[in-house]
């Protein structure tokens, strides 16, 4: 009884999203409202103890935000997704239903430099402690267990670019260890790597990037995959017991494998407040139907600037795990087949004073802090989004002082050529 | 039958063509899954009648509460089992005794020597299921929360 999968780009279009069954608007409406009336007492009170579907407050809930959400928990082949106002809010909500004050999480080195400061000093503040690992030996996350570890965290394909993380491997140390995997999957995103696929338990994007694709709406995701047992013993309470917010439900037990969604909706979304706005929602929910054919673009527009790159002479070398000599080809051709993204790095000869004059001269690539946008960009990782970071972590994050970043847009890949060739000088 | 995956037409028939849906396991605890499962099942027009010893003679939700299915008075379509594994096989007997056409175990209950017996005399079956969260799925309720119903559909009316 088993159908066919229908195809990706099939899913991009339609998950979610039926006809309005009143109106028969085809789009997805924007419901641009705040909250949404009872048919009596009763009903209001079933909604407030999550024992009937139906929207309260659009902090919890919003009928265009949920479109969203369920398009790319398929396109993730996970159970359900939450939607953030952006992906560090979706972070801060899915460590809010794994953690207790004092607990750990092991996390790689590699990550968005963002992710970093926010896991080791933001989220410092509230107990839960980071432990760092170099994902380039996954046994590194072994070693660093202990009793205390809640969750592993990765990106697969990790900001700032060229470097992919053996997921399948992870995931079967954080088993080992009955922990969860996160995967920040926002780099390679579910058109060129499903996560969950490869054992990981829940899926973060920051939406803002390919997913949205057009640079003009902040948004986050999680994604639950639906597998991980939360009930098999008490380290999990937020989801395996008693929630005295909600007289006694148990998160777990009530809504299955989709427990950990409703968890960060009906705690962390309801207390900590990160909710998507409705506008944004249709917004990225627009560009989500064209991401496969972005993808394709994207990255065969990445692998042409990378090559021409490589061969140049002044440049000292090339991040682009799509490049057969790059040392992270092998796990690229595993987990990415269809492409090894947009984003990735390179040094100039010339060191960073060549780089900064690099960045200056760029006339189509924009100077900017964001990637997966349509247009091309360009930044200067050390002195802006790695800013946080020291020295130190900002090489071993891959983010050191001679390094740029590009994040390859859609645009014609020779005119993209020509504007580095000139700029190069 | 595969047990692991059920088609949509599948799910979506056992829900129109039941009304009276017994519920073995009710809660009287306003609080617990069943209690709130049988309120929504209520709520979207089936007969939902409660099976408890423990709570039998009782009411819960406006329905009397029996302590087995052979005490129901009326006919019964489905039986809807919020028990354990081990609890299946003694009501899927019963069930078959009251001419029930489906057998249906709760989300984390499977009990595959209790479908075979139950198949074999003709009733449907569904394990590791809530004929709550499957009603919402095929409703359209259940993408409110965001969840993937793995449902495409260009059409105005949903399944259910």
């Known amino acids: 009884m088993t159908e066919k999968k229908p195809d990706f780009a099939t899913l991009a279009v339609h998950a979610g999203s039926s006809p309005d069954p009143v109106t028969g608007a085809r789009v997805t409406p924007i419901y641009q409202t705040t909250s949404y009336v009872f048919d009596d007492a009763d009903h209001a009170a079933q909604l407030f103890n999550l024992q009937t579907f139906g929207n309260i407050y659009t902090r919890l809930t919003n009928p265009t935000t949920a479109v969203l959400e369920e398009r790319i928990a398929t396109l993730e082949g996970g159970r359900a997704g939450v939607a953030c106002a952006s992906g560090h809010a979706a972070q801060l909500i899915a460590f809010h239903a794994l953690m207790e004050e004092g607990d750990e999480f092991i996390a790689s080195t590699r990550l968005y430099g963002g992710s970093i400061t926010q896991f080791g000093q933001t989220f410092a503040k509230m107990g839960w402690k980071v432990i760092w690992a170099d994902p380039d030996d996954p046994e ?74 057009h640079g003009n709406s902040m948004g986050g995701i999680i994604i639950d995959g639906g597998r991980f047992d939360w009930s098999a013993d008490d380290r999990y309470p937020t989801l395996s017991a008693p929630n005295p917010s909600y007289h006694g439900l148990r998160f777990h037990e009530t809504f299955g494998d989709f427990g ?61 795990a799509g490049l057969t000599d790059s040392p992270y080809y092998g796990l690229a051709q595993k987990y990415l087949p269809r492409g090894a993204g947009s984003i990735f790095t390179f040094g100039l000869k010339g060191g960073y004073e060549a780089g900064t004059e690099l960045v200056a001269r760029v006339n189509l690539f924009s100077h900017l802090a964001n990637i997966g946008d349509v247009r091309s960009l360009i930044i200067h990782p050390a002195s802006t989004t790695h800013r946080q970071l020291s020295e130190e972590q900002q090489i071993a994050a891959g983010a050191g002082p001679d390094v740029i970043r590009l994040s390859i847009g859609i645009e014609g890949a020779d005119d993209l050529i020509a504007d580095l060739d000139q700029a190069m000088g | 039958m595969n ?95 009251i001419g029930a056409r489906v057998l249906w175990m709760q989300l984390g209950v499977r009990n595959m020597d209790a479908a075979r017996q139950a198949e074999a005399a003709g009733l449907k079956v569904v394990m590791d299921r809530c004929p709550k969260i499957e009603y919402g799925r095929l409703s359209g309720e259940l993408g409110w929360i965001g969840v993937n119903r793995g449902i495409l559909s260009a059409k105005k009316r949903p399944l259910l």
């Open chain 1, 140 to 213: 590194n996350f072994r070693r660093a267990m202990t009793d205390r570890v809640k969750a592993v965290f990765i990106e697969g394909l990790a900001n700032p670019g060229g470097v992919v993380t053996d997921i399948e491997a992870i995931a079967d140390i954080a088993h080992e260890h009955h922990v969860p995997l996160i995967v920040d999957n926002t780099l390679a995103t579910p058109y060129l790597c499903n996560p969950l696929q490869w054992g990981a338990d829940i899926v973060i994007h920051s939406a803002t990037k390919f997913i949205g694709g």
């Open chain 2, 3 to 97: 047990h692991d995956s059920y088609s949509d037409s599948y799910i979506a028939g056992i829900l129109r063509d039941c009304r009276t849906i017994a519920m073995v396991g009710a809660s009287a605890n306003w609080n617990r899954p069943s209690f709130f499962a049988m309120k929504y099942l209520q709520g979207k027009g089936y007969r939902v009648i409660p099976v408890n010893p423990g709570q039998a003679g009782n009411e819960i939700l406006g329905e009397t509460v029996y302590a087995g299915l052979k005490d129901i008075p009326v006919p019964v379509d489905m039986v809807d089992c919020f028990r354990k594994a081990e609890a299946i096989p003694a009501i899927c007997a019963d069930a078959i005794d």
């Open chain 1, 260 to 320: 950990f969604a409703m968890a960060c909706r009906a705690l962390g979304l309801r207390d900590l407040g990160p909710a998507l706005s409705p506008f944004n929602a249709f917004l990225i929910l627009t560009g989500s139907e064209t991401l496969p054919l972005r993808m394709e673009k994207h990255c065969a527009n990445a692998l042409k600037v990378a090559e021409f790159l490589r061969q140049d002479e002044r440049v000292a070398w090339v991040s682009y």
